[in-house]
């Protein structure tokens, strides 16, 4: 059982910046795709960015590329979301998610594992 640990939200001004932070309890991420998925109040979680550990290719959500930027530390077996630019409709709880295997986690039905979930505010 993989535990995903979620830090680094919180409430930020339009043109901000915040790295949110993943962390796999008691397992390393080799072997695994992490990345991280948002759901703003009243709808469907969505696809953020993910990162194959073994290779360390990123993908993103079309939209997100540019301000957002996901990578990894293999030392601190830790995975990051530097967001920049930040507006208000990247308001969202943004959860951690990891699927075994350096296979595609563009897709909620995808993921092995969750996270709890870190909440970010953007206000205008």
């Known amino acids: 059982q993989v535990q995903l640990v979620e830090s680094g939200g919180g409430l930020v001004q339009a043109g901000g910046s915040l790295r949110l932070s993943c962390t796999a309890s008691g397992r390393s991420f080799s072997n695994y795709a992490v990345g991280w998925f948002r759901q703003a109040p009243g709808k469907e979680r969505t696809f953020v960015a993910y990162?194959?550990?073994?290779?360390?290719?990123?993908y993103y959500a079309g939209s997100l590329k540019g301000r957002f930027t996901i990578s990894k530390d293999n030392a601190k077996n830790t995975v990051y979301l530097q967001m920049n630019s930040l507006k208000p409709e990247d308001t969202a709880v943004y959860y951690c998610?990891?699927?075994?295997?350096?296979?595609?986690?563009?897709?909620?039905?995808?993921?092995?594992?969750w996270g709890q979930g870190t909440q970010v505010t953007v206000s205008s």
């Open positions: 990162i194959t550990w073994s290779t360390g290719s990123t």
């Open positions: 998610a990891a699927r075994f295997g350096s296979y595609d986690l563009s897709e909620v039905g995808r993921a092995n594992y």
